[in-house]
């Protein structure tokens, strides 16, 4: 049961989209309870998890941010639920060509014909850890956001990469419609990608180290 602090928050009703096995789950998970599995049951029909935020000393933000299933045959459901939504996240996976494809020739047309006119937009480019297998860029996700007039983040549910940052942006432009949140830049990305390559170079001195 809510509890009486429930008043003080307004309710954002958030739903994520995109393609099977993209990581909408994942980065629910590590945004609502700070967790990440590898093994994840693929998501049907549609769930939901709650999340309260303090945007500002003045702004309280309730998500009720919803998981659509991506497969095809589940399609005319997760029409339910963006259909009276605030906010939506286009999720895509980078190494992954067809799942971008989607957003742009199925997902965006979706909600153009179906959502409210005034939904916010949201891009996320996820599994940025893996970078190395990258096909979609950083460069194509942040176009395609700005010709939608969408917020734009890569992200890694796994490493916990850019979705704080991510509901932070959409409670900011939630609370501010006439804000520009779309501040994405290279260089904090290619500082990311920087550092992964130098861990992942430390743990492969260690292996190799230890096997000798």
């Known amino acids: 049961?809510?509890?009486?602090?429930?008043?003080?928050?307004?309710?954002?009703?958030?739903?994520?989209?995109?393609?099977?096995?993209?990581?909408?789950?994942?980065?629910?998970?590590?945004?609502?309870?700070?967790?990440?599995?590898?093994?994840?049951?693929?998501?049907?029909?549609a769930s939901f998890a709650t999340k309260k935020v303090d945007i500002d000393d003045e702004h309280k933000i309730k998500f009720q941010i919803w998981d659509t299933a991506g497969q095809e045959r589940f399609r005319s459901l997760a029409k339910i639920f963006y259909q009276n939504a605030a906010v939506a996240v286009l999720v895509y996976d980078i190494t992954r060509r067809d799942s971008f494809d989607k957003l742009k020739n199925f997902w965006i047309k979706e909600l153009k014909e179906n959502a409210p006119s005034d939904i916010i937009l949201a891009?996320?480019?996820?599994?940025?850890?893996?970078?190395?297998?990258?096909?979609?860029s950083l460069k194509e996700g942040k176009e395609l956001a700005q010709e939608i007039?969408?917020?734009?983040?890569s992200t890694s549910a796994?490493?916990?990469h850019g979705i704080d940052e991510l509901f932070k942006c959409i409670g900011e432009k939630y609370i501010n419609p006439s804000l520009n949140t779309n501040e994405e830049t290279m260089s904090k990305e290619?500082?990311?990608?920087?550092?992964?390559?130098?861990?992942?170079s430390q743990k492969?001195?260690?292996?190799?180290?230890?096997?000798?």
């Not at 891009?123 to 979609?136: F, M, P, Q, R, T």
């Not at 290619?190 to 992942?200: A, C, D, L, P, S």
């Open 158 to 160: 796994m490493l916990s």
């Open 123 to 136: 891009i996320a480019g996820n599994k940025s850890d893996d970078y190395e297998n990258e096909v979609v």
């Open 149 to 153: 007039n969408a917020i734009f983040k």
């Open 190 to 200: 290619e500082n990311f990608r920087k550092n992964i390559k130098i861990k992942n």
């Open 1 to 45: 049961m809510d509890d009486d602090t429930d008043n003080e928050y307004t309710t954002c009703k958030v739903v994520l989209l995109g393609e099977a096995g993209v990581g909408k789950t994942s980065i629910i998970s590590r945004y609502v309870s700070n967790t990440f599995s590898e093994v994840l049951m693929t998501t049907t029909g």
């Open 204 to 212: 492969e001195k260690k292996e190799k180290k230890n096997c000798c």
